[in-house]
């Protein structure tokens, strides 16, 4: 199986700030590669797949970059909304398709 | 508008079985691969099940592998996982997820979620 190490696993920043989270995979998943967004008692929502395309609707300070094993998701200028939880999650192997252990971003 | 709406969730005990469903609408049903992701109370996701667009071909987590069976019927709109031979560790909530394409083997990601469902497996 491939996992999918995120880091960090909590990280505090105010409102403005530009904040970069990195997920790791244990073998190359060339870009096959999503960040979904969850807030406490929501559902995941999609923000980026295949590694830097962003899904329709979300707004432009949110972006993704890498391929291979290294992957970030970057935030340009984080508001009040984007205090949430976020995870990585490959697809390049469907069985199983595995997750990141998440990052939660916090006020500080 | 996609709209996915889970149903079935409860309080069951060890051993027990529950059959969840998954209304979808807002998308050609049979052209999507569908998918459950779970969530145990303060955990992460955990990838569960997943079926192609026809229903033809199924895919499960190790740890689900032989106890849930996921099922789909086309004509209805809806997705189903059975849940047969319930541990604690079952307790989660339940999401069901679009695929963004008819096969997961295809690179398929997971476009859109329902607002899940609890399974609490508790005696």
């Known amino acids: 199986d491939i996992q999918m190490t995120q880091s960090p696993s909590t990280l505090s920043a105010s409102v403005g700030d530009r904040v970069t989270i990195t997920c790791r995979a244990s073998?190359?998943?060339?870009?096959?590669l999503a960040w979904y967004q969850q807030k406490p008692g929501k559902a995941p929502k999609l923000l980026i797949y295949k590694a830097s395309s962003l899904e329709s609707g979300v707004p432009s300070r949110f972006s993704g970059s890498g391929s291979g094993t290294e992957f970030t998701l970057t935030i340009s200028s984080l508001q009040p909304d984007d205090f949430a939880t976020y995870y990585c999650?490959?697809?390049?192997?469907?069985?199983?398709?595995?997750f990141g252990g998440g990052t939660k971003v916090e006020i500080k | 508008e996609v709209q996915l709406v889970e149903s079935g969730g409860g309080l069951v005990q060890p051993g027990g079985s529950l059959r969840l469903s998954c209304a979808a609408s807002g998308f050609t049903f049979s052209s999507y691969a569908m998918s459950w992701v779970r969530q145990a109370p303060g955990k992460g996701l955990e990838w569960v099940s997943a079926?192609?667009?026809?229903?033809?071909?199924?895919y499960y987590a190790d740890s689900v592998k032989g106890r849930f069976t996921i099922s789909r019927d086309n004509s209805k709109n809806t997705l189903y996982l059975q849940m047969n031979s319930l541990r604690a560790e079952d307790t989660a909530v339940y999401y069901c997820?679009?695929?963004?394409?008819?096969?997961?083997?295809?690179?398929?990601?997971?476009?859109?979620w329902g607002q899940g469902t609890l399974v609490t497996v508790s005696s």
């Open positions: 997820a679009k695929c963004s394409r008819a096969v997961p083997a295809a690179k398929a990601f997971f476009d859109y």
């Open positions: 999650q490959q697809y390049n192997s469907y069985s199983p398709f595995t």
């Open positions: 079926i192609s667009g026809s229903g033809g071909s199924t």
């Open positions: 073998q190359s998943i060339s870009s096959w």
